[in-house]
């Protein structure tokens, strides 16, 4: 797609950040990257792995650097065709660093000391709680108001976040003039929150201090299956869908985020059948599910240059979008033109 198809007007533009930490998960992939192929169809999609805000936290640099090339590819294997969106790298992009320093002289102190993640974060980084730690959530709102994203894909984690980044945006437009959108929350449609596979009245998540309760996608088969095989169901013996049964309903969602099955076809699929050959089924089918993911991200990984030209090709396109903004930023607050 040329440059010129890439700003058409009429469509609108997201933006989102992925963190070069650890691997998507079955949850994360089925509530939200799994759509992100067909998003880049209907809008124009911007998407950045976002080393800057990881170093907030201690990295250690080889691990950083191998994590976030792991993250790009992994990014490509989950559909994002770096052909219809630009797919790039938040550190190869200086303007997001750059528009930071001035939003963060619109941003109180008092609003980033409410924020709960930096509370959060610093109680579990007490020996590290570093100024960018603090200002974090301001490079998000650079990332986002430096491409005029109208959209942006965030779990509720991140809409504290998001909602400073409109408060940004809305307070340097009333000093200095119209100048950034104020960014949307993009709630996808098919949202489906799935449990902890140990404790299913819990949330998926990749901290879980229990190394069975989260399926990432990258994980093989064999892995995939013991983990299902140990879900936690109940001491019925009945495959539907029902109050109370928290186990089975969180192991149906999945069965059916996967293979497209109602709930009442997966009963009826499974009626006088035991929970081991339900849970079996649910394993073999996500493995099937996840395979493709698994075999593209193992080519993309293989072919560091394929990934490096994408990678150069992306920020190139980056750095052109925001420089514009970033000019208009600078010429507002009064800075001497750069001739
Ligand atoms: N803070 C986000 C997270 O931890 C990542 C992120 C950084 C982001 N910049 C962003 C998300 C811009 C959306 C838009 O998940």
Known sequence: ???????TPQKKRIFSGIQPTGVFTLGNYIGAVRNWGALQDEYESIYC????HAITVMQEPAALRANTMRAYALMLACGIDPKKSVAFIQSHNPNHAELSWVLSCSTMFGELSRMTQFKDKSARHADNINAGLFTYPVLMAADILAYNADLVPIGADQKQHLELARNIAVRF???????????EPYVPASG???????????????????????????DD??????????????SEAEVCYREGKDGINNLMTIYSCVTGKTMDEITAEFAGKGYGDFK??????????????????A????????????IAIGSEQAYRMT??????VYRRVGFVDHK
């Open 280 to 297: 079996s089924a649910v394993g073999e089918a996500v493995a099937d599910h996840l395979a493709p993911v698994r075999s593209e991200f």
């Open 323 to 328: 420089r514009k903004i970033l000019s208009k």
């Open 173 to 183: 437009n009333q000093r200095f003039g119209q100048t950034f959108t104020v960014p």
């Open 192 to 218: 489906a929150r799935l449990m902890s596979l140990q404790d299913p009245t819990k949330k998926m998540s990749k901290s879980d201090e229990n190394a069975n309760a989260c399926v990432f996608i990258l």
């Open 49 to 52: 792995i976002v080393d800057l």
């Open 221 to 234: 088969k064999d892995t995939i299956m013991r983990k299902f095989k140990r879900a936690v169901t109940d």
């Open 1 to 7: 797609m040329s440059q010129q198809e890439m700003t």
């Open 299 to 310: 080519r993309l990984s293989a072919d560091k240059a394929y990934l490096n030209e994408c």
